[in-house]
C-alpha cells in the first residue's frame, strides 16, 4: 500500500521533489534500539559522490508516517559527536489526498569531489510508534509490542547495500515475510541484509517482540525551577501527568487477581514503581498524588524511586508531583553589575519516557528583569509574567515559562540559560517585606494580648 502510493508519487513529480541523483549509498547501515517506549534510530551512512562536480547537499529521505513522529535529530560527520553538520526539514506539500509520502532532511556536508565517499550519521528518536499486540492481555500474561517500520533502506539515492539491525529485542518474530527477505537472530540482535535497491524502494516491516516492561508516557509535565537569591536555593517542583501505554487488562481490574499474581506482575506490563531523576545533590526531596504525601518513596542523591499507591495498568493515568532543592551555586553566576545567568537543565526526568507536553518556567526573584533567554532547543513558544506567591509584594516573582512538545528523556542534557538583573535594591525588597510583615504581625499580638489582659483585668 505504501509503496504504491510511493510509485504513484515519483510519477507524478508536481507533488513530490525528487532530489537530483547525485549520490549513491555506498553502504547503509540502520540501527534500531527497541528497548525503550520510544524508538532511536542511528543510521550509518556511506555515501559517494557520483556527479561530475563536487556535492555538498545530501537529502535524507523519511517516510511521511515516521515523520511526524521524529522527536529528536542530530546529524554528525562520521561518527565524531563534535563534527555536526548543519541540517534543515524539507516538508514536501501535502496536495495529494493521502499527503506527502516522503519528507527530507537537507544536510550540508563540506564538498566531496567526484567519486569520493563521505560518512555520515542521522540518529533520530521517533515516538508512539509502539503499540502492544494483543491491545489487552490477562494480568499474568506477558506482552508483545509491534514495530511498524520498513525493512529496506528508503533513499532517495540508489543504494548498494543496507544493513538493518534491530537490537533489545527478545522472542522477535516477523509478522510478513512476504518479501522473502529474512532476518537472522544473532544472541542481541536480529540483522537483515539486502543489496541493490532502487531510490524510494521500500518494503514494510511489522515486527512482534516480548517486552516485559510498562510503556510510560507523560502526557503533561508542568516544571518550575524558583531561583532564590536569599535562600541560595534552586527549588525544582514537577507536576506530572502521565499514562502506562502497556496493554490493558482483558477483564478489568481485581484486587483479588492482583494479590495471588503479585510475583509475577511485578515484571510485567504494570508499572509498580517509577525512577525519576534529579539534580545531583538534591535535598528537601518529596513526592505528592491527589490524596496528598505518598511515603513509599527513596531519594538518593540524584535520583528518587516513588511507588504509587496502585498498581498503573496499561490504560491508566496517574498525576503526581515532586519537588526538590539544590543549592544555588552551581547554576548561577553574576555576569556583570547586578547582572547574572542561571542555567538550568531542560529536564531530568523518568529514563526511557517520552513526553508529549512539557512547559518550563523559571522564576526568578521579586524585581528581576529578563535580559535574555537561550534554549538548546528552540521553544514553541516563550512568555515572560510575573508570579506571585507567598510574601511577594508589587508584581512578585518574574516568570519565563518555555513551551516544547515531542521530547525524550535524554535532552535532560540540554539546558536553558536565563540572563537578568537584580540589583541591591530588590535584593533587599524582599527581606524588609518580610520584617514589615513580622512587624506588623507583632503589633496586632501586642494589640490583641493587651486586649486579652484588659479583659482579664476586668473579671
Ligand atoms: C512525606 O513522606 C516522607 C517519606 O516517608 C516523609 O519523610 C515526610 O516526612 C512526609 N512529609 C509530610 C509532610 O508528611
Ligand atoms: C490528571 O490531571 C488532569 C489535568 O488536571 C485531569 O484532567 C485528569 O483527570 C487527572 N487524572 C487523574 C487520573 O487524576
Given at each position: 500500500?505504501?509503496?504504491?502510493?510511493?510509485?504513484?508519487?515519483?510519477?507524478?513529480?508536481?507533488?513530490?521533489?525528487?532530489?537530483?541523483?547525485?549520490?549513491?549509498?555506498?553502504?547503509?547501515?540502520?540501527?534500531?534500539?527497541?528497548?525503550?517506549?520510544?524508538?532511536?534510530e542511528?543510521?550509518?551512512?556511506?555515501?559517494?559522490?557520483?556527479?561530475?562536480?563536487?556535492?555538498?547537499?545530501?537529502?535524507?529521505?523519511?517516510?511521511?508516517?515516521?515523520?511526524?513522529?521524529?522527536?529528536?535529530?542530530?546529524?554528525?560527520?562520521?561518527?565524531?559527536?563534535?563534527?555536526?553538520?548543519?541540517?534543515?526539514?524539507?516538508?514536501?506539500?501535502?496536495?495529494?489526498?493521502?499527503?506527502?509520502?516522503?519528507?527530507?532532511?537537507?544536510?550540508?556536508?563540506?564538498?566531496?569531489?567526484?567519486?569520493s565517499?563521505?560518512?555520515?550519521?542521522v540518529?533520530?528518536?521517533?515516538?508512539?510508534?509502539?503499540e502492544?499486540?494483543?491491545?489487552?492481555?490477562?494480568?499474568?500474561?506477558?506482552?508483545?509490542?509491534?514495530?511498524?517500520?520498513?525493512?529496506?533502506?528508503?533513499?532517495?539515492?540508489?543504494?548498494?547495500?543496507?544493513?538493518?539491525?534491530?537490537?533489545?529485542?527478545?522472542?522477535?518474530?516477523?509478522?510478513?515475510?512476504?518479501?522473502?527477505?529474512?532476518?537472522?537472530?544473532?544472541?542481541?540482535?536480529?540483522?537483515?541484509?539486502?543489496?541493490?535497491?532502487?531510490?524510494?524502494?521500500?518494503?514494510?516491516?511489522s515486527?512482534?517482540?516480548?517486552?516485559?516492561?510498562?510503556?510510560?508516557?507523560?502526557?503533561?509535565l508542568?516544571?518550575?525551577?524558583?531561583?532564590?537569591?536569599?535562600?541560595?536555593?534552586?527549588?525544582?517542583?514537577?507536576?506530572?501527568?502521565?499514562?502506562?501505554?502497556?496493554?490493558?487488562?482483558?477483564?478489568?481490574?481485581?484486587?483479588?487477581?492482583?494479590?495471588?499474581?503479585?510475583?509475577?506482575?511485578?515484571?510485567?506490563?504494570?508499572?509498580l514503581?517509577?525512577?525519576?531523576?534529579?539534580?545531583?545533590?538534591?535535598?528537601?526531596?518529596?513526592?505528592?498524588?491527589?490524596?496528598?504525601?505518598?511515603?513509599?518513596?527513596?531519594?538518593?542523591?540524584?535520583?528518587?524511586?516513588?511507588?504509587?499507591?496502585?498498581?498503573?495498568?496499561?490504560?491508566?493515568?496517574?498525576?503526581?508531583?515532586?519537588?526538590?532543592?539544590?543549592?544555588?551555586?552551581?547554576?548561577?553566576?553574576?555576569?556583570?553589575?547586578?547582572?547574572?545567568?542561571?542555567?538550568?537543565?531542560?529536564?531530568?526526568?523518568?529514563?526511557?519516557?517520552?513526553?508529549?507536553?512539557?512547559?518550563?518556567?523559571?522564576?526568578?526573584?521579586?524585581g528581576?528583569?529578563?535580559?535574555?533567554v537561550?534554549?538548546?532547543?528552540?521553544?514553541?513558544?516563550?512568555?515572560?509574567?510575573?508570579?506571585?506567591?507567598y510574601?511577594?509584594?508589587?508584581?512578585?516573582?518574574?516568570?519565563?515559562?518555555?513551551?516544547?512538545?515531542?521530547?525524550?528523556?535524554?535532552?535532560?542534557?540540554?539546558?536553558?540559560?536565563?540572563?537578568?538583573?537584580?540589583?541591591?535594591?530588590?535584593?533587599?525588597?524582599?527581606?524588609?517585606?518580610?520584617?514589615?510583615?513580622?512587624?506588623?504581625?507583632?503589633?496586632?499580638?501586642?494589640?490583641?494580648?493587651?486586649?486579652?489582659?484588659?479583659?482579664?483585668?476586668?473579671?
Amino acid at each position: 500500500m505504501r509503496l504504491l502510493t510511493l510509485l504513484l508519487c515519483i510519477v507524478s513529480t508536481v507533488v513530490c521533489f525528487v532530489p537530483p541523483q547525485t549520490w549513491e549509498n555506498v553502504v547503509v547501515s540502520r540501527a534500531v534500539d527497541l528497548s525503550k517506549s520510544y524508538v532511536l534510530e542511528e543510521y550509518a551512512l556511506q555515501v559517494r559522490n557520483i556527479d561530475s562536480k563536487p556535492n555538498g547537499v545530501y537529502y535524507f529521505a523519511v517516510p511521511n508516517f515516521m515523520y511526524e513522529k521524529i522527536s529528536t535529530v542530530s546529524v554528525i560527520q562520521g561518527k565524531d559527536a563534535f563534527k555536526p553538520l548543519e541540517y534543515e526539514f524539507v516538508e514536501q506539500s501535502s496536495d495529494s489526498a493521502n499527503g506527502p509520502v516522503v519528507n527530507y532532511i537537507k544536510i550540508q556536508t563540506p564538498p566531496v569531489a567526484p567519486k569520493s565517499t563521505l560518512l555520515v550519521t542521522v540518529v533520530l528518536t521517533v515516538t508512539n510508534v509502539l503499540e502492544p499486540l494483543p491491545a489487552k492481555i490477562g494480568i499474568t500474561e506477558q506482552q508483545s509490542l509491534l514495530f511498524s517500520s520498513f525493512k529496506k533502506s528508503l533513499s532517495a539515492y540508489h543504494t548498494k547495500k543496507s544493513l538493518l539491525k534491530l537490537k533489545g529485542i527478545t522472542e522477535a518474530k516477523e509478522l510478513n515475510e512476504a518479501d522473502g527477505i529474512k532476518g537472522e537472530a544473532t544472541s542481541k540482535a536480529l540483522v537483515y541484509e539486502m543489496e541493490d535497491i532502487s531510490p524510494f524502494e521500500s518494503s514494510p516491516l511489522s515486527l512482534l517482540y516480548r517486552h516485559l516492561k510498562p510503556l510510560m508516557k507523560v502526557n503533561k509535565l508542568k516544571r518550575g525551577i524558583w531561583v532564590s537569591h536569599w535562600g541560595d536555593s534552586l527549588q525544582f517542583v514537577e507536576e506530572y501527568q502521565t499514562t502506562n501505554e502497556a496493554a490493558g487488562l482483558e477483564s478489568g481490574f481485581s484486587r483479588a487477581d492482583y494479590m495471588m499474581n503479585k510475583e509475577i506482575v511485578t515484571s510485567s506490563h504494570a508499572a509498580l514503581a517509577l525512577e525519576l531523576e534529579m539534580e545531583d545533590g538534591a535535598f528537601d526531596v518529596y513526592y505528592t498524588d491527589l490524596v496528598g504525601n505518598v511515603s513509599t518513596s527513596l531519594a538518593l542523591s540524584d535520583k528518587i524511586f516513588i511507588r504509587p499507591r496502585f498498581p498503573i495498568y496499561g490504560g491508566w493515568h496517574y498525576n503526581f508531583t515532586v519537588g526538590w532543592t539544590n543549592k544555588l551555586g552551581n547554576y548561577l553566576k553574576k555576569v556583570g553589575d547586578d547582572e547574572y545567568t542561571v542555567k538550568v537543565p531542560l529536564l531530568n526526568g523518568i529514563p526511557g519516557t517520552s513526553l508529549d507536553d512539557v512547559e518550563v518556567s523559571v522564576y526568578l526573584p521579586e524585581g528581576s528583569q529578563v535580559v535574555g533567554v537561550e534554549s538548546d532547543i528552540p521553544p514553541e513558544s516563550e512568555e515572560v509574567g510575573y508570579e506571585l506567591s507567598y510574601f511577594d509584594l508589587g508584581n512578585g516573582h518574574t516568570r519565563v515559562t518555555l513551551h516544547y512538545s515531542n521530547l525524550i528523556d535524554s535532552v535532560k542534557q540540554l539546558s536553558i540559560l536565563v540572563k537578568y538583573k537584580y540589583g541591591f535594591r530588590e535584593f533587599m525588597t524582599k527581606p524588609l517585606n518580610v520584617a514589615k510583615y513580622v512587624f506588623i504581625a507583632l503589633l496586632a499580638y501586642l494589640a490583641l494580648s493587651k486586649v486579652d489582659i484588659t479583659l482579664k483585668a476586668k473579671k
